[in-house]
């Protein structure tokens, strides 16, 4: 048996089975406080035991490299109380005897969606998810692409556009993608939430724009085979055709472009929670 977390900054999805198109059971934790969450987390697994390996996929930024001193914290997040704080410990502590694989939400979701979903036929596939913030991972022939850290795709500039007078969201950059086009971007422009207005809105013009300039640079760069898209802001009617539209007129037919090159995600919002598992099955196969 193998189990899986989703550690996300407003839940926690864990599961548990066998194989990860088949999850025999999971439960939906709120994302209060680090201890008090994580007590319910191992509450959850410890009904589940044994567990052969469990693979985390966290919000973030967590630190990736296994010779840091800092593998498995989560890092300088916005979220309180999860500053610099070690995942990983409650979960070694709790089963000592169990396999842990730790990544990115982001990065699961593309191993999520290469493996089971949207990228089946394909050798590469970018997940780029846009919801409460903006992020991205990248997986190339099955195996998932970190460097010195994970890619923080969310933070890539942008060109501002002349009619936006929004102050980005991000306190680090004035012009990243997450600061001008992740969700919560829509209330602050409007006072409103993306499910309060009608998609014709304008400002979904403006965030496909800036979309469809990340996805001009992410190709550029790393010359995936497939895109893939999902969040919450992306279930916004007609967005993701305007951002399609957007990469188009940006790219303006300097390369080649596969069929069906950007997507919604195959398994909806079944892509995290199902790379989790497929982290805590390849922590297996490589003991």
């Given amino acids: ?51 052969e390996a469990i693979g985390i996929a966290s919000f973030g930024p967590i630190e990736v490299d296994k010779t840091s001193d800092y593998y498995g914290y989560i890092t300088t997040t916005p979220k309180a109380g999860w500053e610099n704080y070690d995942l990983l410990s409650p979960l070694k502590d709790a089963f000592p005897g169990t396999e842990l694989a730790f990544d990115t939400d982001v990065n699961g979701a593309a191993l999520g969606e290469y493996t089971h979903g949207a990228g089946q036929d394909v050798r590469s596939v970018l997940y780029l998810t846009v919801g409460t913030g903006v992020g991205g991972g990248f997986v190339s022939d099955g195996e998932i692409r970190n460097g010195y850290g994970h890619p923080e795709m969310g933070h890539i500039l942008v060109t501002r556009r002349s009619d936006d007078n929004y102050k980005s969201r991000c306190p680090y950059h004035s012009h990243c993608l997450e600061g001008l086009a992740a969700g919560p971007t829509v209330a602050g422009r409007l006072g409103k939430s993306s499910h309060e207005i009608d998609a014709s809105h304008p400002v979904f013009e403006a965030i496909a724009d800036y979309l469809g300039q990340a996805l001009v640079s992410y190709t550029v760069t790393l010359r995936p085979e497939r895109i893939v898209i999902g969040g919450g802001l992306m279930k916004v009617p007609g967005l993701l055709d305007k951002v399609c539209q957007a990469f188009e007129k940006d790219l303006n037919g300097y390369l080649p472009i596969p069929k069906d090159y950007i997507t919604s995600p195959a398994l909806g919002d079944d892509a995290g929670i199902t790379g989790a598992f497929l982290l805590g099955q390849e922590a297996l196969l490589k003991e």
């Fill in 1 to 51: 048996m193998i189990g899986a977390i989703e550690a996300g900054g407003t839940k926690f999805v864990c599961a548990v089975g066998e194989k990860a198109t088949d999850l025999r059971d999971r439960i939906v934790i709120p994302t209060r406080q680090p201890k008090e969450t994580m007590a319910e987390v191992i509450a959850y697994f410890k009904k589940h035991e044994p567990l």
